[in-house]
């Protein structure tokens, strides 16, 4: 697939960060980016924007809060590498800690928001594009949120939003690729002159295939992180996506690299576990938040390998 | 997705033991069988019918040759199993062991054939059919066989044969879901009153994903592994199949039970792999076959981890 307008994001560092508490060396992310910046990869997400008066900042790393400070250290001396963009959380930013474009170390905002909190999202993206950032509205959940709401939300975005990028996201990685078509066909129907994202992640070893599906379908921002590190069954794997796109400008084998030196052994060592886990399995299936697939992981659970009883304990509680 | 023509064929042990020389035991190979028949499977493979003029039985396990006497143990009291199938490699097998199906305790013999050697195929196809077997031909790699030999193949099935499915094999794990969408029409143009099937392989994450696919397109005979063991990247899972299709008559509770108790422990004694291994997603990506990437991750290969040397060794040798 070669379509010059196809843009990857790689979001290892912020998706990644929900696994370790935002708690990656500076060494680690430095590495990341200059592997990006080698292989051509069109943006990289850091981190959240989030307020140290709501997080603490010794629970939490860095990439929790991404002070312009620690985003400069890591772009320091590298040229032409990714865009940066951070995201922000409904109520949870110091909107106030954002800077201008101009006196900033990012690029991008992206705008995470549930249906409910629409309003926001608009109110948000609309103050950091007046401040001179490219902007997403990234809408969570959407396997859950459904409705009639959801196309009503897509048209206010349509309406009264400055975002560049409308996402699809399927964080409770429910979809397969017949429920993505039918999502960018009601995503192309509200909005028009701006690109369309797609995020998944993999608890039914879909994200790739749906990521595929929803640029089949005409989404031109995807995202995707190292080895599919991501928060329970993680992501679509950044070396999947540039082994697909023919654009001559991606180059998989500084990726590769990362991966073999970092990401492979970091999943060996066992402090933190993502991937094909089928609490999270089961989290997909039923659409449901993974929160509770990842408590069940608990190393102090005894029950965390007895998945029969997660799928009972699921079907019990239902969708909630 | 509920069409109760759907069959759910699991090839654990067959596609498994290519990874393990066919050494499960016939204690695992029962508790297998026994879940599959609690699970409401519709297929077991049990292994191949190898001749052991041709491969050592010191060298190899039992599944490798699948003497009726080891079948009649694996299924000795359990009633309402799933069908046994075995498997025919061309040239490979010692015909005079399989009787007929009548003083045999298996129901079903696949062919697994190249598309250049679909003439001896439909002999084999045609003996077992006139022994009372269910059969299918399985057209291996035909990612790499899709010039007009494979319709002229399908053509022959079709005029010449007893087959009573007809198998889309993905050997090399490189298919995408667009990709099957066109094998599908090709094979449906062609196969006419008889089933179509799809076996996948993971290299890509895509098995999965390229299974519903096929299933979309018209499939109705779908394989599946517990927890995907198999070859190289492995397979679809199984459980993914179970939860995924509606037939109320599949209980997906016993499965998970199996890659609980034995698959996941197995998978992380180490003395095996598979799955989502760079190697073998550089391979799919490239369309050859796994047999470059598995050699690569041979234990003292002080290189395994390097994915960038295997990349570009792939790219030096080109589609071999």
Redesign the interface.
């Known amino acids: 697939m070669f379509r010059p307008e196809i843009k990857v994001l790689d979001c290892t560092i912020r998706d990644g960060g929900l696994v370790n508490k935002h708690k990656f060396s500076h060494e680690f992310v430095r590495k990341v980016y200059k592997a990006l910046a080698e292989a051509g990869v069109d943006y990289m997400e850091i981190g959240y924007k989030n307020s140290d008066k709501l997080f603490s900042r010794s629970e939490y790393g860095p990439w929790k809060f991404c002070d312009d400070e620690d985003i400069r250290k890591v772009r320091e001396g590298i040229e032409n590498g990714p865009k940066v963009a951070v995201m922000v959380d409904i109520g949870r930013a110091d909107l106030d800690a954002i800077k201008d474009r101009d006196e900033s170390p990012f690029e991008m905002v992206r705008v995470a928001a549930y249906v409910k909190d629409i309003d926001k999202a608009i109110a948000h993206v609309n103050r950091f594009n007046a401040q001179g950032y490219e902007t997403t509205v990234n809408i969570m959940a959407s396997s859950r949120d459904r409705g009639p709401e959801l196309d009503e939300a897509l048209a206010q975005i349509q309406a009264e939003s400055k975002a560049d990028v409308v996402y699809l996201v399927d964080s409770f990685g429910h979809y ?3 429920q993505v078509d039918a999502m960018m066909v009601r995503y192309k129907d509200k909005i028009v002159g701006r690109e369309i994202g797609f995020h998944g992640h ?1 608890n ?7 990521t ?2 929803a640029i ?1 379908r005409g989404a031109n921002f995807v995202d995707g992180t190292l080895f ?1 590190i991501g928060r329970g069954a993680g992501n679509c ?1 950044t ?2 996506l540039l ?2 796109l023919k654009n001559p400008k991606y180059d ?2 500084p990726v ?2 990362v ?2 030196t970092e990401m ?1 052994p970091m999943m060996k060592k066992g402090e933190i576990e993502w ?2 886990i ?1 609490p999270l ?2 989290s997909g ?1 039923f659409n449901v938040h993974p929160k509770d697939a990842i408590a069940w992981r608990a190393n102090d659970n005894p029950e965390r ?4 009883a997660f ?2 304990k699921t079907v019990g509680t239902g969708l909630d």
Do not use: C, K, P
Request: net charge negative.
């Open positions: 397969y690729q017949e993999n039914m070893q879909l994200a790739f295939g749906n595929i599906e089949m599919g794997t070396e999947l082994s697909f998989i084998r590769l690299d991966v073999s492979v991937g094909y089928i399995m089961i299936a390998d007895n998945y029969r799928w009972e």
